[in-house]
């Protein structure tokens, strides 16, 4: 069975850094072509794609937020870090991460993790 | 930067077929997939490469992707379908999610 779940502060201040890790197991992030992937979902709104990382270390960004972000694994505590820098009220959403899984015809992401709500304020 | 496009909203009576659509450009020459999200919970998985069924979803979601459209198609509707349903597919290294749209089973 494979499970995800995202961790960390729920509340951070306007300017500061938020530091999120997805913590999943049934999968190994070594494995060819596997990938864990960050999303998220302002209260009442769409899901938006921030980033993902792949086995090989490679890493996506939004081009949106990409001078925000980073990412980084750990294969052998099969843990991934999104920081978010800067972070401002209109960051308040669900994070969710979500595995990646091999393919060669497109890429979509299952499972999911429970999601995390970070609100941020003042 | 690459768009898709749902309806807000689309209703359907219980056991009539509902269609729910995704465009953007040249769709049909990506992969596109499609979530299913119910109030408080996690988007899950119902449609993979324009028309792959996950092995839990049931046989009556199918998908198709041809042209600018994806379609996701729910024969037979139940209540239980009641829920937002997001497309996404990816273009240049990027994933892109469309606006979702809120399938309404009345």
């Known amino acids: 069975q494979i499970t995800l779940k995202e961790s960390g502060p729920t509340l951070v201040k306007p300017t500061q850094t938020l530091t999120l890790t997805c913590t999943f197991s049934?999968?190994?992030?070594?494995?060819?072509?596997?990938?864990v992937g960050w999303i998220r979902q302002p209260p009442g709104k769409a899901l938006e794609w921030l980033a993902l990382?792949?086995?090989?270390?490679?890493?996506r960004y939004s081009p949106s937020l990409k001078t925000r972000l980073t990412l980084t694994k750990d294969t052998s505590r099969n843990q991934v870090v999104l920081t978010m820098t800067n972070m401002d009220p209109v960051d308040t959403a669900t994070y969710y991460c979500?595995?990646?899984?091999?393919?060669?015809?497109?890429?979509?992401?299952?499972?999911w993790g429970q999601g995390t709500l970070v609100t941020v304020s003042s | 930067s690459y768009e898709l496009t749902q309806p807000p909203s689309v209703s359907v009576s219980p056991g009539q077929t509902a269609s729910i659509t995704c465009s953007g450009d040249?769709?049909?020459?990506?992969?596109a997939c499609w979530y299913q999200q119910k109030p408080g919970q996690s988007p899950v998985l119902v449609m993979y490469r324009d028309y792959m069924r996950p092995s839990r979803i049931p046989e009556r979601f199918s998908g198709s992707n041809s042209g600018n459209t994806a379609t996701l198609t729910i024969s037979g509707t139940q209540a239980v379908d009641e829920a937002d349903y997001y497309c996404?597919?990816?273009?240049?290294?990027?994933?892109?999610f469309g606006g979702g749209t809120k399938l309404t089973v009345l």
């Open positions: 996404q597919a990816w273009d240049i290294s990027t994933a892109v």
């Open positions: 979500a595995r990646k899984p091999y393919s060669n015809y497109g890429n979509w992401f299952a499972p």
């Open positions: 990382i792949y086995w090989d270390d490679d890493k």
């Open positions: 049934g999968f190994s992030l070594s494995t060819s072509g596997v990938g």
């Open positions: 040249k769709l049909g020459d990506k992969n």
